[in-house]
């Protein structure tokens, strides 16, 4: 059965950082493009990066551009998400998720596209 965990999460102050993991079973990562995804409470699912399988490319949500980068750990089967500067506003549950084929342009951020999902890890950011 083809599944993917996050791991990661936690409660931590303004400013701090946390890293998050992405792992599968049934399929390899490398292999698909992995999305991380969150949700707010009382707000809709948004794409915060992906990286792309194929060509490699990265992609950020504009309000994560320079505090977060993604990475592939291929050894592992993992990708990371290593969120810096962690704002109040980044609270949410983070999701990652994998799509087969490679995502173009603004397609990385949809979640229609992608196939698999983790459960999600809970991220707090409070003082």
């Known amino acids: 059965q083809s599944q993917l965990v996050e791991s990661g999460g936690g409660l931590v102050q303004p400013g701090g950082f946390l890293r998050l993991s992405c792992t599968s079973s049934?399929?390899?990562?490398?292999?698909?493009?992995i999305g991380w995804f969150r949700r707010a409470t009382g707000k809709e699912r948004e794409g915060v990066s992906c990286v792309n399988n194929g060509d490699g490319a990265i992609y950020y949500a504009d309000s994560v551009k320079g505090r977060f980068t993604i990475s592939r750990d291929n050894a592992k089967n993992t990708v990371v998400l290593q969120m810096n500067s962690l704002k109040p506003e980044d609270t949410a549950v983070y999701y990652c998720a994998a799509h087969r084929m490679g995502l173009y342009g603004s397609a990385w951020s949809r979640v229609v596209f992608y196939d698999y999902w983790g459960q999600g890890t809970q991220v707090t950011v409070s003082s």
């Open positions: 049934g399929f390899t990562l490398d292999d698909y493009a």
